[in-house]
């Protein structure tokens, strides 16, 4: 059935991950002692899964929630109505790409809408982070005063096609995911662009989308150092589609 949503096998297997609460269980969960465990996200959202799988693929909701939607009225109401409001939802995003150009999404979202495995920390993902095939930017134009000089990085628009990026400090040309940048088109690794004006914003933990970005090659880079001392590489990205003009302007001039 089209509901006007992106879908593909990759996203149902996502889903499923989700729905099972397997994609919040840290890689390490089985490692961990039972208060740890409590901890985690997995515990927090009620350690079992949402649905049960047939042999044959087919879905059912679990126990506990068959008998609520049986049972209480109510509950079923606000149920439907939240998968109603969500299907009206994505009709405003394109359903032929992942992501949409100037729409707005959080680190968590893109990490779910990309099929990772798992959840990944947000601090973990920091400014970039590659895996099955891709490697999201996120950019904070305007840098807070008070972080960290090792992560006060200097990104800036040359132009609305053009950016400035700095790599995660501690890198040089020959590190494994400059490299991967570099030669990102040659290895199949897509880059998508995610940009926020800073950490003040009102949706602080939300970026624009503004597309997908590639190197500019390792003849445009050049390796520079941090306040701190610590080497990091500035690497120039050409955007497949320019910034535009309001949304360059808001970010680059306020």
């Known amino acids: 059935v089209d509901n006007g949503s992106y879908c593909n096998d990759d996203v149902l297997d996502s889903a499923e991950r989700i729905l099972t609460l397997e994609y919040y269980k840290p890689k390490s969960y089985d490692n961990k002692n039972d208060k740890e465990k409590n901890k985690t996200e997995f515990a927090k959202l009620g350690g079992q899964a949402l649905i049960e799988i047939s042999n044959n693929k087919e879905y059912r909701f679990n126990k506990e929630i068959s008998e609520l939607l049986e049972s209480d009225p109510g509950f079923k109401n606000l149920f439907v109505d939240v998968i109603k409001a969500g299907l009206l939802n994505a009709r405003k995003y394109d359903k032929e790409n992942i992501f949409t150009i100037e729409k707005r999404y959080t680190r968590s979202d893109v990490n779910r809408l990309l099929n990772w495995q798992r959840k990944i920390p947000a601090q973990s993902i920091g400014g970039y982070f590659i895996e099955n ?8 134009y305007v840098k807070s005063n008070d972080i960290d000089d090792s992560i006060k990085y200097e ?44 950490k003040d914003d009102e949706e602080s933990k939300e970026f624009y989308y503004l597309g997908p970005i590639h190197s500019t090659g390792r003849e445009r880079a050049k390796e520079i150092f941090m306040a701190n001392g610590t080497m990091a590489v500035e690497l120039e990205y050409q955007l497949e589609v320019p910034v535009r003009d309001d949304i360059y302007d808001y970010i680059i001039n306020g």
């Open 133 to 140: 095939g891709y490697c999201p930017i996120f950019v904070t």
């Open 155 to 198: 990104d800036r628009f040359e132009n609305p096609g053009l950016l400035k990026a700095i790599s995660k400090n501690k890198r040089s040309f020959s590190s494994d995911d400059v490299q991967t940048a570099f030669n990102a088109d040659a290895l199949g690794v897509s880059m998508p662009l995610f940009m926020r004006k800073n």
